[in-house]
């Protein structure tokens, strides 16, 4: 019977650095031929154009050992941070990597990142510009807790902002925004959030029923090719002070006599809409019930306690 080969240590490095680089050669042509223990160990050894495909594989063992390499560069980190199946514990690595300290797509990139820990992402967070900031409110499928500490910050810097930051904020941010913005913006700023996808109707009938609206909002709304044309935006104006007289009397004509007659008996309806609301039902030969006057009756003790000051 022959003995059994023993191999010396360096012989054993030898063919161990002959296994890698076969499977370096392997995955140079097919990574799919590579098992995943290989897939491991070549993760931090590998070069350049080697890397670049291992950093697309979906092991989160191959990215923690990729992300170590020593040729891993920006573009290949970024692109690890950008992976909605990138685990939690590799996006931590990335954000505390020394070699990437100064790159914003990174933070921004891990900011973004559903995965990242809300630790990191808040501590980042202070790094990233106001309009990737704007577009992180918008994006459900980060934190609501991150969303509205971000909104926060946003609606705290509005009010110093310039007009033309606003304007580009309000195409770029979450329906929280764009209703402060509507709320306080200026024209243009108005302008801008009446264009958002995010607006409905719900969320506009608010901010006309709501006292403290600008009559610059409410003429914007009134000349609006969109919103004007809207049933309920067209009733929320009509009990409107600020709505232009002109525009009233054109929503008037478009409303159902149900809706006329709740809002002629409705007490908060200025006082100069009134009469074109009962011209309209006239011309509809409908009836209008006139609203009756207050009458307040006072008891016996109450017309005393008024002689006895008199």
């Known amino acids: ?23 370096l050669q392997i995955l140079r042509y097919n990574n799919t031929m590579l ?5 491991v160990r070549l993760a931090a050894i590998a070069d350049n154009e080697e890397l670049w495909k291992l950093v697309r594989d979906a092991s989160p063992d191959v990215l923690m050992n990729a992300i170590s390499n020593k040729c891993l560069t920006e573009d290949m980190a970024v692109l690890i941070a950008k992976k909605k199946n990138t685990s939690s514990e590799v996006l931590g690595v990335l954000a505390a990597d020394i070699r990437f300290k100064g790159s914003y ?9 559903p995965k990242t820990p809300p630790k990191i992402t808040l501590s980042l967070l202070k790094f990233l510009r106001i309009f990737d900031l704007g577009d ?22 509005a009010a110093s902002l310039p007009s033309g930051v606003k304007v580009a904020l309000a195409k770029r941010s979450s329906i929280n925004i764009i209703i402060s913005l509507l709320e306080k913006g200026d024209k243009n700023v108005v302008c801008s959030c009446l264009e958002s ?7 506009l009938c608010k901010v006309i029923n709501a006292q403290s609206t600008k009559p610059l909002l409410i003429r914007a709304v009134s000349g609006h090719a969109k919103w004007s044309l809207r049933y309920r935006i067209k009733y929320s104006l009509v009990r409107n002070y ?7 009397t054109r929503f008037i004509n478009t409303l159902k006599t149900n809706d006329l007659r709740e809002l002629y008996a409705d007490e908060s309806l200025p006082s100069s809409t009134r009469p074109y609301i009962f011209n309209e039902l006239s011309f509809r030969n409908k009836s209008v019930e006139i609203p009756r006057e207050k009458r307040y009756n006072l008891s016996g003790d109450e017309d005393s306690e008024l002689t006895d000051g008199d």
């Open 1 to 23: 019977m022959s003995p059994a080969l023993v191999n010396s240590p360096d012989e054993i490095i030898a063919i161990n650095t002959q296994m890698l680089w076969a499977g």
């Open 35 to 39: 098992s995943h223990e290989d897939k």
């Open 105 to 113: 797509q990174l933070k921004l990139s891990i900011c973004k990142n």
């Open 136 to 157: 992180i409110t918008k994006d459900q499928n980060i934190p609501i807790a991150i969303r509205q500490k971000i909104e926060y910050s946003l609606l705290e810097k």
């Open 197 to 203: 996808p995010f607006l409905t109707e719900e969320h």
């Open 242 to 248: 600020h709505t232009p007289m002109a525009d009233v």
